[in-house]
């Protein structure tokens, strides 16, 4: 029977495959998308969710969340939050484009 410490070790050796994956497909992605001198993130905001995982891959604090009030009343939230950016931060690294997790970010030219 497979012990309590071997399913632990299991479960961290999966973690870590599915990290190395992940990365793996970022960086063949990364490469696809526009970006750089010349190009600026840009947040669709009725895909945004935030999750607040774009502002924390940004370096250089180029993404602010604000507070949206929700469109249904019957939702029991007043209101979410969304992201935006600040475009003469923003240096069109892409990064804020990998980490959305709902593809709310697209890079335009600026
Ligand atoms: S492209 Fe880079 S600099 Fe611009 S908002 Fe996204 S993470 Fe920040
Ligand atoms: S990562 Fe995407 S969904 Fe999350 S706050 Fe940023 S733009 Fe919105």
Do not use: F
């Not at 992940?22 to 895909?47: P, Y």
């Not at 607040?52 to 209101?79: G, H, R």
């Not at 959305?100 to 030219?109: E, F, K, N, Y």
């Amino acid at each position: 029977m497979t012990s309590r410490d071997e399913l632990a070790k299991r479960r961290e050796a999966e973690a870590e495959r599915i990290a190395i994956l992940l990365a793996r497909q970022k960086g063949v992605r990364r490469a696809s998308i526009k970006g750089g001198d010349g190009t600026v993130a840009w947040v669709s905001e009725n895909l945004c969710i935030g999750c607040d995982q774009c502002t924390i891959v940004c370096d250089d604090d180029a993404i602010e969340l604000y507070l949206k009030d929700m469109v249904s009343p019957l939702l029991e939230v007043p209101s979410n939050r969304k992201a935006r950016i600040i475009r003469d931060a923003c240096t069109g690294c892409r990064l804020c484009v990998l980490s959305c997790p709902t593809d709310a970010i697209t890079m335009i030219d600026k």
